[in-house]
């Protein structure tokens, strides 16, 4: 699969040669990498834990891979570090845990690296019947794990390719990545939204901005500015119902304002549309 050449190429030994050695049949399922310190390596998947080795990880280990994923220099991934993860070239995030000084996570006891992958037309059906006539502001709930990130990306692709101009806010590159996220999308990685957002609305006039977790204020500030300038919005956040996300501190503004026009409701098991429906 091709994500695994992608990783590999960003890890150092022995992680690069384990995870080329994946066999097909679960590296086309794989969701997670998890690397404890004293345990064997896994890939997760739906169909169970694949053990990527018989050795355990260590902190040595855990270490040398933080550190080369940084380009050798820590110092210049601070502020991600301060957040708990690590991003990957290709679309990859590692979240990181352990022991922290200062706020930043120094000593690694473990890591966790998300697989990004593109299902092309897992949002065709709600595109088809909810955005041929015209895009509406949507928020996109689930848990973690059931697909946010993934129909986002598709429903961007299908969104840009009509023929809209779309300003994708993806800090961390997860979003875009390797991915195909349609040909009109104008991508701001690196930038924390609320400047990203500002930036593509002053100079590249967006008619949609679209981005993933939005959760603090800030976020939800600048989420708030953009619609009120007649773009339309469209988001993920982290919940287990629509009134479960009505409530959250960051999200809640946002419907207060009567933002939103739709929302699509992810469960049961990964990319499973369990419900949509006007907000």
């Given at each position: 699969m091709p994500w695994r050449k992608a990783l590999a190429r960003e890890m150092c030994p022995p992680m690069n040669t384990l995870l080329s050695s994946v066999p097909d049949d679960i590296a086309?399922?794989?969701?997670?990498?998890?690397?404890f310190e004293g345990r064997q390596p896994i890939i997760c998947r739906p169909g169970g834990e694949y053990a990527l080795s018989d050795?355990?990880?260590d902190r040595q280990m855990l270490s040398r891979l933080a550190a080369h994923i940084c380009g050798y220099s820590l110092y210049s991934r601070e502020e991600e570090l301060k957040n708990g993860y690590l991003s990957i070239n290709g679309g990859f995030r590692a979240g990181l845990f352990g022991c922290?000084?200062?706020?930043?996570?120094r000593d690694i006891y473990g890591m966790c690296i998300r697989i990004p992958r593109q299902i092309k037309g897992c949002a065709g059906g709600i595109y088809a019947k909810h955005f041929v006539s015209g895009i509406?502001?949507?928020i996109i709930i689930s848990k973690p794990g059931m697909g946010k990130t993934t129909f986002l990306r598709d429903l961007v692709r299908l969104i840009s390719d009509s023929g809209a101009y779309v300003g994708?806010?993806?800090?961390?590159?997860?979003?875009?990545?390797?991915a195909d996220v349609g040909k009109r999308t104008m991508v701001m990685r690196g930038y924390e939204k609320p400047q990203?957002?500002?930036?593509?609305i002053r100079s590249c006039?967006?008619?949609v901005i679209a981005c993933d977790e939005i959760g603090g204020k800030g976020d939800a500030l600048a989420i708030l500015d953009g619609a009120k300038s007649g773009v339309r919005v469209i988001a993920t956040a982290h919940g287990d119902s629509l009134s479960d996300v009505k409530n959250r501190y960051g999200v809640k503004e946002l419907f207060d304002a009567g933002v939103f026009d739709l929302y699509v409701h992810l469960g049961k098991r990964p990319g499973y549309v369990e419900d949509v429906g006007c907000v």
């Amino acid at each position: 699969m091709p994500w695994r050449k992608a990783l590999a190429r960003e890890m150092c030994p022995p992680m690069n040669t384990l995870l080329s050695s994946v066999p097909d049949d679960i590296a086309s399922t794989a969701t997670e990498i998890r690397l404890f310190e004293g345990r064997q390596p896994i890939i997760c998947r739906p169909g169970g834990e694949y053990a990527l080795s018989d050795a355990c990880v260590d902190r040595q280990m855990l270490s040398r891979l933080a550190a080369h994923i940084c380009g050798y220099s820590l110092y210049s991934r601070e502020e991600e570090l301060k957040n708990g993860y690590l991003s990957i070239n290709g679309g990859f995030r590692a979240g990181l845990f352990g022991c922290g000084y200062s706020g930043s996570i120094r000593d690694i006891y473990g890591m966790c690296i998300r697989i990004p992958r593109q299902i092309k037309g897992c949002a065709g059906g709600i595109y088809a019947k909810h955005f041929v006539s015209g895009i509406k502001n949507t928020i996109i709930i689930s848990k973690p794990g059931m697909g946010k990130t993934t129909f986002l990306r598709d429903l961007v692709r299908l969104i840009s390719d009509s023929g809209a101009y779309v300003g994708l806010l993806d800090e961390r590159g997860e979003i875009s990545g390797n991915a195909d996220v349609g040909k009109r999308t104008m991508v701001m990685r690196g930038y924390e939204k609320p400047q990203a957002l500002t930036m593509l609305i002053r100079s590249c006039s967006p008619n949609v901005i679209a981005c993933d977790e939005i959760g603090g204020k800030g976020d939800a500030l600048a989420i708030l500015d953009g619609a009120k300038s007649g773009v339309r919005v469209i988001a993920t956040a982290h919940g287990d119902s629509l009134s479960d996300v009505k409530n959250r501190y960051g999200v809640k503004e946002l419907f207060d304002a009567g933002v939103f026009d739709l929302y699509v409701h992810l469960g049961k098991r990964p990319g499973y549309v369990e419900d949509v429906g006007c907000v």
